[in-house]
């Protein structure tokens, strides 16, 4: 996914689109329009993904705000790494590695003690390695993730959801378009704007 959609979310309420930016804007949004109607449903969605945010609404909207995560939250230390200000080898560079156990066979690891570097060497190479040949794959794996989540939790009851959630799949825009013509504006919009943002030649069979 690019940056944009995996900083950014959307806010609904029912299929009216209420807004798309940080988790900020799209909370605000929806604390506004419940503001007008306490019963509305809202939903946001974490653009990348398509989850759902968690969002506590009560209170005033500078509650609600002030609740919010960080934009950009720290991620938890793993245990198993050192300390930020722990001591260092001497001549050991600071490469922001996390000890994991790897269960391998005998012959596998003796392959690996003899790559230049070593096993944790030769492993970060083969992983990057399989990152980069796997990258396109990946890409369009997580935007279908995020497009079926999107579609089943707010078109699962639409028309032709089963056929747009084929075509879909199938790559087939034609079918797909036809399929969701008589969509909520915002709905069809939302889709297809996942689709643009992430893979722009997704439909180039």
Request: net charge negative; proline share 6%; charged share 30%.
């Amino acid at each position: 996914m690019i940056d944009a959609l995996a900083a950014s979310y959307t806010a609904f309420e029912g299929h009216r689109r209420l807004a798309t930016g940080s988790l900020f804007e799209a909370a605000r949004a929806a604390k506004q329009a419940l503001a007008r109607d306490e019963h509305a449903p809202i939903l946001i969605f974490h653009n990348a993904t398509s989850r759902q945010a968690e969002v506590d609404f009560r209170g005033t909207e500078e509650d609600v705000l002030a609740r919010l995560p960080a934009e950009e939250p720290v991620p938890a230390r793993d245990t198993a790494a050192p300390a930020p200000d722990a001591p260092r080898g001497p001549g050991r560079p600071k490469l922001g590695v996390v000890a994991r156990e790897v269960t391998l066979l005998p012959r596998q690891w003796e392959w690996l003690n003899s790559q230049p570097g070593g096993a944790s060497v030769a492993l970060r190479k083969l992983v990057d390695e399989a990152r980069r040949r796997h990258e396109a794959t990946d890409r369009r794996r997580a935007l279908q993730e995020a497009v079926d989540r999107f579609l089943l939790a707010m078109a699962g009851n639409l028309p032709h959801y089963e056929e747009a959630t084929r075509a879909f799949y199938a790559k087939d825009q034609l079918r797909f378009e036809a399929a969701t013509a008589d969509w909520p504006a915002d709905i069809r919009a939302h889709v297809l704007w996942l689709i643009e943002a992430s893979e722009a030649d997704y439909w180039v069979q």
